[in-house]
Nanobody
Framework: VQLQASGGGLVQPGGSLRLSCVASGSIFSINIMGWYRQAPEKQRELVAIFTFGGSTNIADSVKGRFTISRDNAKNTVYLQMDSLKPEDTAVYYC?????????WGQGTQVTVSS
């Protein structure tokens, strides 16, 4: 499985960005897919994911501001990020898990600064 993420960039506080991640290869219908992030000198943390049952798990720090969605036909997961704050600055990683294996995308930088 290969993951290709896109959509990061520089945005002012209060702005919006939309991240996309396309999975390719042997994709199983039952999987977990979503987003983690890692800020400088901090541990990687969960942002938002779809669980095996199709429900979502979203970090408290982004609830009400970030929305995760997916297009199963395109094997793509999206992260709509609104009302961005400087503390959202991080490298965002696409995450995919199936059949006991975990896959990571290459990361896309999101910088929130005026």
């Amino acid at each position: 499985v290969q993951l290709q993420a896109s959509g990061g960039g520089l945005v002012q506080p209060g702005g919006s960005l939309r991240l996309s991640c396309v999975a390719s290869g042997s994709i199983f219908s039952i999987n977990i897919m979503g987003w983690y992030r890692q800020a400088p000198e901090k541990q990687r943390e969960l942002v938002a994911i779809f669980t095996f049952g199709g429900s979502t798990n979203i970090a408290d720090s982004v609830k009400g501001r970030f929305t995760i969605s997916r297009d199963n036909a395109k094997n793509t997961v999206y992260l709509q990020m609104d009302s961005l704050k400087p503390e959202d600055t991080a490298v965002y990683y696409c995450y995919h898990r199936q059949s006991g294996r975990t896959y990571w995308g290459q990361g896309t930088q999101v910088t929130v600064s005026s």
